[in-house]
């Protein structure tokens, strides 16, 4: 008699765990609409050709470099494993999950991160450590970077967290339960429109220009763990004109590139030299690069990256050329659709011809 009672109760226990697998998965945000950013991390993951170049860091990378346009101009393969207000300590976390999968012969690391340790708001944790596969890196980067009243079970089970959000429920939820569409081009997100700079905020005055030092600590702990697997590191600070880059920070970095034997990369003081035209090569009154403004960014980026060991020019390679230029296809027919619709919708748009 017991033997047949086990077949029901395991039946039952098994449909009682696929509904939950169920209603966790149609309750988890998707982000497939106007907030798209928490589907890059996981993005990578569908990746099955190796990286030369990696990126590193938050908005400052993965709207300003152009992955495809590195590949066009330069062959040089990269993925941006970027998310917004990604923090230092997650930046390490990502390099030591990447590195599970391949070893890049570069690393590009962008500093901003420096000047934030700690998360303010719990939604940007989730769109950086949701997206990772499980892992002990996806496990220390949770117990690291968790904010006030965050707790690893809800990251262990999401159904905990978001069991409310059946009242926010939307099409895209149903839409893409199943399968998710690739929204951005090796981790880069791609805006056409254009929006110049404006009158920026003034400067304001700090009491102290420190880095936290944890901060520092997982600068080192980055640039070791580049050492360890033969990585040449790279510091970037992208060429934001807001929010504000100190040059207390600046020097700063440059004392600790210097003392480590690092190159490190200001772009707001290469600004001329990349070519950006802050009227038309932004999409956000300064603070983040369009399209154009990704694409120089990449071309001059192609130059130093060029220059590494290890980086080679591989348009040559026959299989990598499929994959690129399957990825350019994507990369190009979306810049059409985007600058068609800000065109319509009366955006300033520019149009660039290559010269």
């Known amino acids: 008699m017991k033997a047949k009672w086990k077949i029901p109760l395991i039946l039952t226990a098994a449909a009682s765990l696929l509904l939950l697998a169920g209603l966790q998965r149609l ?19 569908k990746e099955d050709t190796p990286h030369d170049v990696i990126f590193l860091g938050d908005c400052e990378v993965y709207e300003n470099i152009s992955p495809v346009t590195l ?22 976390y990502l390099l030591e999950d990447t590195l599970r999968y391949e070893t890049p012969k570069a690393v590009v690391f962008n500093v901003s991160a420096m000047q934030q340790y700690e998360q303010e708001n719990e939604t940007y944790n989730r769109m950086t450590l949701d997206g990772m596969r499980w892992s002990s890196s996806k ?15 809800e990251y262990l089970f999401p159904i905990l967290r978001f069991h409310d959000r059946w009242k926010e429920l939307e099409s895209d939820d149903l839409r893409y339960f199943f399968t998710k569409k690739q929204v951005s081009h090796n981790g ?8 110049p700079v404006g009158n920026l905020p003034v400067e304001r005055r700090r009491r102290d220009y420190s880095f936290d030092d944890r901060a520092w600590e997982y600068l080192d702990r980055i640039r070791l763990l580049c050492e360890q697997n033969g990585i040449c590191l790279i ?13 207390q920070w600046d020097a700063q970095i440059r004392e600790y590139a210097q003392e480590h034997g690092l190159q490190y ?29 990704a694409e120089k960014m990449s071309r001059y980026w192609g130059k130093i990256l060029s220059e590494i060991p290890g980086v080679e020019d591989r348009r040559t390679d026959e299989k990598l050329a499929a994959v690129w230029n399957a990825k350019g296809e994507y990369y190009d027919a979306m810049k059409a659709q985007q600058e068609q619709e800000f065109a319509q919708f009366g955006y300033l748009v520019q149009f660039y011809t290559e010269e």
């Not at 880069?188 to 929006?195: E, F, G, K, L, T």
Request: charged content about 20%.
């Open 27 to 45: 309750l988890v945000p998707k982000y497939m609409g106007k907030v798209v950013e928490g589907s890059f991390i996981e993005e990578y993951y």
């Open 71 to 92: 590949w066009r101009e330069y062959g040089i393969t990269s993925y941006i494993r970027g998310s917004a207000q990604q923090l230092i300590a997650q930046s390490y």
């Open 139 to 153: 496990w220390n980067a949770i117990r690291e970077t968790m904010t006030d009243g965050e707790h690893m079970l």
């Open 188 to 195: 880069y997100y791609m805006r056409a429109d254009v929006r």
């Open 235 to 247: 510091l970037m600070k992208a060429p934001s004109l807001y929010p504000a880059w100190y040059e």
């Open 265 to 293: 990369q200001n772009c707001i003081e290469a600004a001329d030299e990349i070519q950006i035209d802050f009227t038309q090569d932004t999409y956000d009154g300064g603070l983040h690069m369009n399209v154009y403004g």
